[in-house]
């Protein structure tokens, strides 16, 4: 626009004011009107929708999916097409030139024109611009993960619009050959979380089906979850699931069933999306499902990666085996059947078989389902079953994982290593078989055997590593791994999880360990001989806890206090909330009990430990047997007991404060209740009271259980001798 | 009685030539498109309004913002209806703002002599989305929680100052009590204050050079 | 004739731009007041029995000092108060709770043994055993709670 332009626009400008109306009141009320239909659609909306407020905010909620206000969601939309280092355009670089272009408008478009049709580019960018502006907002309306109920009854699609949608939108693409279950496992690029935590090994594995093959997740909603779960089919063999959809109505556990026939309702595509999505690339799973029947928990294999590739892919035929029957007693034939169906019941089997089957089953036994299967196969011998040809059921996804865990697992660490860890870092507090026990860190409750059956198969590896090196902060563990401050490396912590996977085949417990919680029926004076005097006293002159027939204590506390005080606690002292554990009519009846004390001065005096509190093993429930035994040639030196002392108190005592079992000094002299150890007199010294379990204070040590008596009685002689 | 006092007052203000001046001026004839801005100028004032009557309960704390916009919400008398008309109201903002914006782009408006007045406009859309932005957080609910994660995040992929930008705004590595006391804070007195300001200049610069006439097919 | 409609014209537009910015601020305005002036409107709830403590602990024929806490709700926050009341009773059945509250300026009265009143320290106020003014410038008697026995235990609303 030059000056004579400008000129001719003013002087235009100005014809068309004095031609024009005054703004009051003929614009103004052209305003108003719009104003007033404005506020009305406001109040309408603030009176017909409200204003939105959900529940107050959870930082520690992993399953709310965020979404911004609309007005960002195209930008929020935008985002998903720039992934990983290409996202700085769509943060940066697009907002700024559309931002720019907007702000250097006047200076780009320098035309006189004015009419939208005299200046095309500008009108068609606008026109461009808003139309991309709104078709990304709609899109991102439609993207959006539906809240998780609208899933219908597609579990698994919940399960992803829950906890992947918000971040990768509805569907992800996947590179051939990405381990998906090690991938949500352990999370892998910036900003996704490690999902082992959180999800359960088959709701990872379910993820990871529904990640390949989507349209799986929805046949399978659709036809199979009426009688199946997820996790049923996912744990299955995929040779079975092959079989059941592709035979239809002859398929043995099909059969008699009202069911439509799988293989002509669904065409083969559609099985195969089935089979995708139920056989998640898990090798660990893949292996306990397909070759585990045959293979046990582990095949040996030292060769090629490829020739293993292709055995499994291929499959092939076994060896032979001779009937044994003219080799073999009737006795040897009998036990060595019943030893390969359970090991156990047979153990005198187990010498017989290393010595004539090893050489070709290896460590590992058959397994048999019963004692005259076996029988018949050892006596006679017969062709093995043909290794089935993998290659036809198996996706390549399926096959790289099966392989590369074979692989991964033959390279892993021996159980022995994982064992000695276990014993010095883990055994303390869930017992040398991983048995469990009482809870050092809450009291009335208990561990878990983490040996059981039940608990390894519902935890992968990465999740059991998980847990060892972060801890389980609720429930009273410690994180045990380096990079949280802990003593155990990586390394250290596969060993350990390796040694917890050779109890699967095995499990050396089945139930939880069980401890009593009392139901408390007794009478107030009754309830504070058996819970408050222990710290309290008995005639509530003070022990631990203060004095509560203390004129002070008295005039200080109304009832409602002390009552509160039982029925809350107190934090970090072991005052806990009795509440929980008494009803509030037995709490009347305590500060009933409290407030006739009669006023004592009497000292202190340590009361020995009956009515122990019900967190007790049930070691401690046997009265304390310590025989004497004759003094030994040599009095016990510190260097004797440090063992015990490394593997069975320094796990907890040391890095964790007060009482430091680490140098013979330290465990005299430390801790938080005064010198541990009186040298030369083992019955006063504290260390002593808490390995019987005579103290007043706390549980017996280790919460594990009692020391061996050998141990206790090798500790108590080196104090007698003089701690030296 | 009236006269005079008009006067008297006149002789000391001489508000009816600002009267004159504003309202009296002459005005090329427009149709109904001219009137988004007043619009968003009436529901800026009312965001304002409902803005001052919402901080008299609101605390911007973790601790209590929830609970205090609960409390306007659904124990106060019209509580819900204030609440309504600011939260109504902000999406109200924003697609006027934008109309507004699309009128002037189709009709040639931000060209001479109204260049100053379109780039004062431009950042007055980018504090209306600063509002929106900031405002989205105060209730402390679910939404406002996570949608500022996700939202500060964005920020955070910025290369090189990304980082530093997400902390900046946070007040922190995370979303906490300092977050959210610095939202209130920028929400409340620096973009008010920033949005006066503009819309002082906007508004007389249009008073100033006047509205654009509807341009013709020849134009 | 032209003049007039154009006067007639710019006087509806007047008049209907200033009914419609009356009725805006109106719906702005007016709901405004009742939310300024909501909490000073609002009722306190209903209050619920509190637990003083066993009857046993009141001593017969003399006031007997109970403390307990009371929660009291403003906006948003519940916030705790500790309070007290003397309890008293004649026969072990009937039972009086007095508020320790002074009537006249809201000072705590205390129980004075010897003299068998309460006594205000603020003022010189006196009370005799039923809550009644003896002496001084309290303009009513010491306020009651409501009282109730349930499990020999007693409970008390109101203050």
């Known amino acids: 626009m030059d000056e004579k332009e400008k000129q001719a626009y003013l002087e235009k400008y100005h014809h068309e004011k004095e031609k024009g109306v005054p703004f009051f009141p003929d614009i103004i009320f052209k305003d108003t009107v719009v104003i007033l239909v404005i506020f009305v659609a406001l109040a309408a909306l603030a009176y017909f929708a409200g204003a939105p407020l959900e529940e107050r905010a959870n930082p520690a909620d992993t399953n709310y999916t965020p979404r911004p206000e609309w007005y960002f969601l195209f930008l929020f939309q935008l985002l998903k097409y720039f992934p990983g280092y290409l996202e700085v355009i769509g943060v940066v670089v697009l907002p700024t030139i559309g931002i720019s272009l907007l702000f250097f408008l006047p200076l780009l478009d320098r035309s006189s024109k004015r009419h939208f049709i005299n200046r095309p580019i500008v009108t068609g960018a606008t026109l461009i611009g808003m139309i991309a502006i709104i078709g990304l907002t709609v899109l991102s309306i439609r993207e959006a993960p539906p809240p998780a109920e609208a899933a219908g009854g597609d579990a698994v699609a919940a399960l992803y619009i829950r906890n992947c949608a918000s971040c990768h ?103 195969t999306q089935l089979l995708n999505f139920l056989a998640a690339p898990d090798g660990q799973r893949l292996f306990a499902t397909n070759c585990s029947a045959c293979h046990g928990r582990y095949v040996a294999y030292s060769g090629e990666k490829e020739q293993l590739t292709k055995t499994i892919s291929q499959g092939g035929v076994h060896l032979d085996m001779p009937a044994w029957k003219q080799k073999f007693s009737e006795a040897e034939l ?98 040398q078989f991983g048995e469990g026990g009482p809870n050092p860190a809450r009291p009335n409750s208990v561990i878990t055997p983490i040996s059981s059956e039940e608990f390894l198969k519902t935890r992968d590896d990465i999740t059991l590593a998980a847990i060892i090196a972060l801890g389980q902060p609720d429930l009273g563990m410690g994180a045990f791994g380096n990079a949280a401050g802990g003593p155990l490396s990586d390394e250290d912590i596969n060993s350990i999880v390796a040694y917890m996977r050779s109890w699967e085949t095995n499990p050396p417990v089945v139930t939880a360990p069980e401890i009593e919680i009392q139901t408390l029926v007794m009478q107030g004076g009754e309830i504070y001989q058996q819970i408050c005097a222990q710290c309290h006293g008995v005639s509530g002159e003070g022990n631990v806890g203060p004095a509560l027939s203390d004129k002070d204590f008295q005039a200080k506390n109304n009832d409602q206090a002390i009552y509160d005080t039982i029925s809350k606690g107190h934090n970090n002292t072991s005052m806990i909330a009795w509440g929980d554990i008494l009803t509030p009519a037995q709490i009347n009846q305590l500060v009933a009990f409290i407030r006739q004390m009669p006023p004592t001065e009497k000292p202190a005096t340590p009361k020995p430990a009956e009515g122990q509190d019900a967190g007790n093993p049930p070691a401690a429930e046997a009265t304390p047997t310590v025989t004497p035994t004759p003094k030994a040639a040599s009095a016990p030196v510190f260097a004797d007991i440090e063992p015990i002392l490394k593997k069975r108190c320094a796990p907890c005592h040391g890095a964790m404060g007060g009482w430091d079992a680490s140098t013979s000094e330290k465990v005299i002299n430390s801790g938080d209740h005064g010198p541990a150890v009186i040298p030369g007199d083992a019955e006063n010294s504290l260390l002593e009271k808490k390995l ?25 002689e080196w104090i007698k001798a003089g701690a030296k | 009685m009236m006269a005079r006092l008009t006067t008297w007052l ?36 009312n965001q304002m309004i409902t803005g001052i009557l919402l901080t008299l309960y609101y605390v911007p704390t973790p601790d209590h913002a929830y609970d205090s916009v609960q409390y306007i919400t659904f124990q106060l008398p019209a509580g819900w209806y204030i609440r309504g008309l600011h939260h109504w109201g902000a999406s109200a903002m924003v697609v006027l703002v934008v109309l507004h914006m699309l009128r002037v782009i189709l009709y040639g408006a931000y060209k001479f002599p109204r260049e100053v007045t379109w780039a004062t406009g431009v950042i007055l859309l980018l504090v209306t989305i600063g509002f929106g932005f900031t405002g989205y957080l105060l209730p402390w609910d679910q939404k406002a929680y996570w949608a500022t994660t996700v939202g500060t995040r964005i920020a955070g992929a910025v290369p090189f100052v990304g980082d530093w930008i997400l902390r900046i705004l946070r007040g922190g590595n995370d979303l906490s009590a300092v977050t959210l006391a610095r939202f209130f804070g920028v929400h409340v007195w620096v973009l008010p204050s920033v949005l006066l300001l503009l819309m002082g200049i906007h508004l007389f610069l249009v008073i100033r050079n006047g509205i654009s006439a509807v341009p013709t097919r020849k134009d | 004739m032209a003049k007039e409609s154009k006067m007639n014209r710019e006087g509806f537009l007047k008049g ?19 939310y300024l002036a909501g909490p000073a409107l609002q009722k306190s709830g209903d209050q619920e029995w509190i637990r003083l403590g066993p009857t046993s602990k009141v001593e017969l024929g003399q006031p007997t000092l109970f403390k307990f806490k009371v929660k009291t709700q403003s906006g948003w926050i519940v916030d705790e108060q500790e309070l007290s009341a003397y309890v008293l009773s004649n026969d072990g059945r009937e039972f009086v709770a007095l508020s320790n509250v002074c009537t006249h300026l809201g000072c705590r009265v205390r129980w004075i043994d010897d003299e068998k009143t309460f006594f205000c320290p603020c003022h010189n106020a006196v009370f005799d055993k039923d809550g009644k003014v003896a002496a001084g410038p309290p303009p009513r008697p010491l306020d009651k709670f409501e009282i109730k026995v349930q499990d020999n235990t007693l409970y008390i609303k109101g203050g």
């Open chain 1, 334 to 431: 009998q036990q060595l059947a019943r030893y390969v169906v359970d090991p156990a019941t047979a153990p005198e089997g187990k010498k017989l078989f290393q010595d004539q089957c090893a050489a070709c089953h290896g460590e590992r036994v058959p397994t048999a389902a019963t004692v005259d299967e076996a029988y018949d196969q050892i006596a006679n011998g017969g062709a093995h079953q043909t290794m089935p040809v993998w290659g036809q059921v198996l996706t390549p996804e399926q096959l790289d994982a099966l392989v590369n865990y074979i692989i991964q697992a033959n390279q892993g660490e021996d159980t022995e290593a994982g064992q000695k860890l276990f014993e010095s870092n883990c055994a303390g507090c869930h017992g």
């Open chain 2, 10 to 45: 006149d002789e000391r203000t001489g508000f009816q030539q600002v009267w004159q001046a504003i309202f009296l001026r002459k005005i090329p004839k427009v149709n109904w498109f001219y009137t988004l801005g007043s619009a968003t100028l009436f529901v800026a004032m």
């Open chain 1, 692 to 716: 019987l379990g005579t103290q007043t204070d706390g549980t017996i040590m280790p919460p594990g259980g009692k020391l061996s008596e050998k141990e206790l009685n090798l500790i108590l």
């Open chain 1, 169 to 271: 939108g509805a569907s992800i693409q996947v590179a051939t050959g990405t381990n998906l279950h090690n991938v949500i496992a352990e999370g892998k690029h910036e900003g996704m979380p490690s999902w082992s935590a959180d999800l359960t090994s088959d709701q990872i594995d379910a993820l990871a089906g529904f990640i390949l093959s989507p349209g799986g997740s929805s046949l399978f909603a659709a036809n199979c979850s009426a009688c199946h779960s997820i996790e049923e089919l996912v744990a299955s063999s995929p040779v079975k699931l092959k079989e059941a959809l592709g035979s239809g109505l002859t398929y043995e556990p099909h059969k008699g069933l009202q069911l439509p026939d799988w293989s002509k309702t669904l065409t083969p595509e559609q099985q």
């Open chain 3, 16 to 34: 209907a731009i200033v009914s419609i910015v009356t009725l805006i601020g109106a719906a702005l305005g007016l709901p405004a007041l009742p």
